[in-house]
């Protein structure tokens, strides 16, 4: 039926299906192809209308251009070449495949037995081939056009110093949420609701992470269990946003939305899934890379090609040795950054990655392309550091350009304020940023991006409600999910209308809470966690898109007394300097200055020895972080405020000695988490002592009497008033 278009030889350049106001040009990678097919579809993807053989072959890429195609035609591609799993090969014209450059979808996989390259229940299993026709069964590409009028041009560039991420999924985020639209709940649209915005901007937070919008899919022994992939980890299409996160069916949903926090001066991070793909291991469907060249695309054990390295954990993992494989990640981001102004990327266990061959290479070519190019090197890349293969654990190993996820962070602040021995030195560390993996090669504070909790594991109200995982709802024998928490239930399993309890799991969420947004490095909030959300103890609530994973907004007294303390606590760390220094503390006495970056202090207001620091039993301390130190590597005082933090992670209530500071001077208390809400500036004078209750942290502030710092002033004015200044990032 080619001879109803008019074709030409095309371009193998820009890869994808592109639009040029008179025709569209395809262009496919396979290096193994014998031969390539576009397939043409009705708008609904329901019929086959024609099929185009793709006979120019230029550099590994197969082209065509068809003259008068325009946006809005849905296709899909049949490859042919070799059936030899043995080889790595898996071609089988018989499936229609996605282009992996596609930049919208249609449609939605219907799981059966003409999905799969081989044939299901053969006894010679993914070595026989399946002949039945897959294209009316799976979903298909769209050709788009093109064009959206952004109201704000250029990219939001939040410092890092400055950054907040909080963590949320799209779907989850908005589906209860009583002033978003009902059609509108779960999507782009939802999420970008005037309501929606204002909560996150009041918080203080200056970047959402969205997880995954990427196409995925959702495996089918989800499906068969009632359950579904609701997190998203599972991508198809790099290229395209998930239909299923559109209110309207429109592509510009997403760019509205992203104008829009940008106006609201947020940034748009995209959590993103590059070191596998949802086609899964050799018993896996035949969707997309797998039929167009599974040699190329994907890492094969060296010896047996038949099957695949899992380093992922999911069945697969993409070779990003490959030139061209390396370049589908990369005009994918590229592309995320250009065309819909994402601001950055965190990605999914970014170990698989940087891996050359077996091993991960800092100099891997991946980690090599982002570094170099011009796109990618200016936005936020954070790092997912490892993964399940061979040395994946690389917590502090990314280059320089890199921030990292800190599991030590979130696991050391969980078991010393649950009552752990032997942790204060290493909250010491967590405290200042974790230099002992960071602090190298001129990286920055910052590179530690810090959490208390995620996606994956407890929410914070079940991490001081539950000692054990409750996931039965998955119907996985409660055996999956972490098994180790680092939790407290605070003295009862779950709700409890005992009154003690239940104080002391609102402290332990302010102490939590403050010890993350206090701390030197980069804060991640979960989404919902400044209210108190819950997942009744669910740990591992990927297969939940229901009201386990969804955010509840019906948000009673103790909520709302908790998101002023975390806009309080935004507020602190956004308006003191020394809350974000942009180089690490460690300590270190300058005699220019006569001054110390950084002093810990023994209840008695005394330097803490090396033994007190391993003394098992020590549960409290302070820190004293001093302003005039210097702020950057220029040998000259700061003007900054001197804050002093005291911890008391133990049971017994501890007066601690205001540490000794020279000159007339006292210290002010900004806030204490044994209150719901802060009242009032007290006062203590320099020798004289506080009063700190067992499980918690105090924060103050030292003034020179008769004098105030400017910086001081405005904490003073927006704790006393609640009228907060704004703060707007440079934009490029």
Known sequence: MAHQFIVSEGSPFPLGATWDGHGTNFALFSAHAKKVELCLFDREGRQEIAHIELQEFTDEVWHLYVHGLPPGTVYGYRVHGPYEPERGHRFNHHKLLLDPYARAHIGTLQWGPEIFGYTIGSPDGDLSFDERDSAPFVPKCRVVEAGFEWKNQGRLRVPWDRTIIYELNVRGFTKLHPQVPEHQRGTFAGLSHPAVIEHIRRLGVTTIELMPVQTFLNDNHLLERGLTNY???????????????????????????????????????????????????????????????????????????????????????????????????????????????????????????????????????????????????????????????????QVGGFPP?????????????????????????????????????????????????????????????????????????????????????????????????????????????????????????????????????????????????????????????????????????????????????????????????????????????????????????????????????????????????????????????????????PGPQHWTRLLDTKEAAQTGLPVIGVGEHYHLNGRSLALFALVVQGTAGENFELIHRGLTSGVRPETVWHRS
């Open 231 to 393: 997190w998203g980890y599972n991508t198809l299409g790099f290229f395209a946003a998930d239909p299923r996160y559109f209110a309207d069916a429109t592509a510009d949903e997403f760019k509205q939305m992203v104008d829009r926090y940008h106006a609201a001066d947020i940034g748009v991070i995209l959590d993103v899934v590059y070191n596998h793909t949802a086609e899964g291991n050799e018993l896996g469907p035949t969707l997309s890379f797998r039929g167009i060249d599974n040699a190329s695309y994907y890492r094969l054990m060296r010896d047996q090609p038949r099957y695949y390295n899992n380093h992922s954990g999911t069945g697969n993992a993409l070779n990003l040795s490959v030139p061209r494989v390396l370049q589908m990640v990369t005009d994918s981001l590229r592309y995320w950054v250009t065309e819909m102004k994402v601001d950055g990327f965190r990605f999914d266990l970014a170990t698989t990655l940087a891996r050359e061959a077996e091993d991960y290479d800092e100099s891997s070519g991946f980690l090599d392309s982002c570094r170099q190019d011009p796109v990618l090197s200016t936005v936020k890349l954070i790092a997912e550091p490892w993964d399940c293969g061979p040395g994946g654990y």
């Open 401 to 661: 350009g890199w921030a990292e996820w800190n599991d030590q962070f979130r696991d050391t602040m969980r078991s010393f304020w649950k009552g752990d021995e032997g942790k204060a030195a290493d909250v010491a560390r967590r405290l200042t940023a974790s230099g002992d993996r960071f602090n190298k090669r001129g990286r920055k504070p910052w590179a530690s991006v810090n959490f208390i909790t995620a996606h994956d594991g407890f929410t914070l109200q079940d991490l001081v409600s539950y000692n054990d995982r409750h996931n039965e709802p998955n119907l996985e024998d409660n055996c999956d999910g972490h098994q180790n928490n680092h939790s407290w239930n605070c003295g009862a399993e779950g709700p409890t209308d005992d009154p003690a309890i239940n104080d002391l799991r609102e402290r332990q969420k302010r102490n939590l809470l403050a010890t993350l947004l206090l701390s030197q490095g980069t804060p991640m909030l979960l989404a919902g966690d400044e209210f108190g959300r819950t997942q009744h103890g669910n740990n591992n609530a990927y297969c939940h898109d229901d009201e386990i994973g969804w955010v509840d907004w019906d948000i009673d007294e103790r909520g709302r007394e908790l998101m002023q303390m975390v806009s309080t606590l935004i507020f602190l760390r956004q308006y003191l300097p020394v809350l974000r220094r942009n180089r690490f503390l460690i300590g270190e006495y300058n005699p220019v200055l006569d001054v110390s970056d950084v002093r810990w202090v023994d209840a008695d207001g005394s330097d803490l020895t090396a033994e007190r620091w391993q003394d098992p039993e020590m549960r409290a301390f302070g820190v004293v972080i001093d302003g005039r130190a210097q702020a950057s590597g220029i040998p000259r005082p700061a003007s900054d405020t001197t804050l002093l933090l005291l911890v008391n992670a133990s049971h017994r209530d501890l007066d601690f000695l205001m540490p000794s500071v």
